[in-house]
């Protein structure tokens, strides 16, 4: 299990931190880290990814939700399939969604690692897979599930697709454009995982971003702890100090407006994962 920073996040959320031994719900690659996009919308959850893969029980609970991939009170079919949610200790809750079904319809508790159902096409997954989530009722907010999952030994750096900065609709994409008026800028970072795993990159911000300007911290943050805003998914730092940032549905992370004055602008960009790997890269600019 990862245990940095694990003490100053149970703390935060509350939780004790010898609350959890959780494990993977199912032996497959992740396709989608938190706050990854799916059709259109930011998941509070991992996906993973394949069919007809076992989906067990990450931890002991009791079913406290269950809804069917056609609930017979409002006779739709629920865009996330089947689900189910189990709650363990100190309420934090496990989230199985985007099942086809379920092994036991009648079960109301599971033991740790019990088969839960099948992955497959359930709901409207951009894929074949399902979502394993993690939600602290305690706080009303979304854990990252990676902080508790066994490291799964990744050696590949997340790739710094694009940073771009925004102002009034406007797009200026670092390394393409060298000179900009000054005034207020929002940044946007396009980040990718590449999962050891998984065929191809794996879609969803890093454990941890920083940014710099000129050498000062424009922000420092984890995705570990986020709720959902305005559609978007915002993350805070463990601490419960620091700017927050957000992800929007295309997977784009946004960092809040930096006013930058004329003169030599140097951004600097540092990502990690979860097992470690890291990459950075810099862009020069000049305001005017």
């Not at 800028?185 to 396009?190: E, G, T």
């Not at 930096?258 to 994962?273: M, Y």
């Amino acid at each position: 299990m990862r245990i940095r920073g694990l003490s100053l996040l149970l703390a935060v959320i509350g939780i004790p931190a010898a609350s959890f031994a959780f494990d993977w719900p199912g032996n497959a690659p992740v396709a989608v880290e938190f706050g990854g996009p799916n059709a259109g919308s930011p998941m509070p959850g991992i996906v993973l990814a394949g069919t007809g893969i076992d989906v067990r029980a990450a931890e002991a609970g009791e079913l406290v939700f269950e809804r069917g991939a056609d609930d017979a009170h409002t006779k739709l079919p629920s865009a996330t399939g089947e689900t189910l949610v189990l709650e363990g200790a100190d309420e934090m809750s496990s989230v199985y969604a985007y099942l086809p079904g379920i092994a036991d319809p009648g079960a109301r508790s599971f033991a740790a690692g019990a088969l839960i159902g099948k992955a497959g096409p359930g709901g409207f997954l951009d894929q074949d897979g399902f979502m394993f989530a993690l939600f602290d009722r305690k706080s009303g907010r979304w854990v990252n599930p990676r902080v508790f999952l066994p490291n799964q030994g990744d050696s590949k750096a997340p790739v710094i697709r694009k940073v771009s900065l925004e102002s009034k609709g406007k797009l200026w994409i670092l390394g393409d454009s060298k000179i900009i008026p000054q005034g207020s800028y929002s940044i946007i970072l396009d980040v990718a995982e590449q999962g050891s795993a998984f065929a191809g990159l794996v879609i969803g911000p890093p454990w941890y971003i920083r940014v710099l300007a000129n050498g000062q911290k424009v922000v420092e943050a984890k995705t570990e702890i986020a709720e959902v805003k305005g559609g978007a998914l915002s993350f805070y730092p463990a601490s419960g100090k620091g700017q927050e940032i957000s992800v929007d549905s295309k997977g784009s992370i946004h960092i809040a407006s930096q006013a930058f004055s004329r003169g030599k602008l140097l951004i600097e960009v540092l990502v990690r994962d979860f097992e470690g790997n890291e990459r950075s890269a810099a862009w020069s600019l000049l305001i005017e």
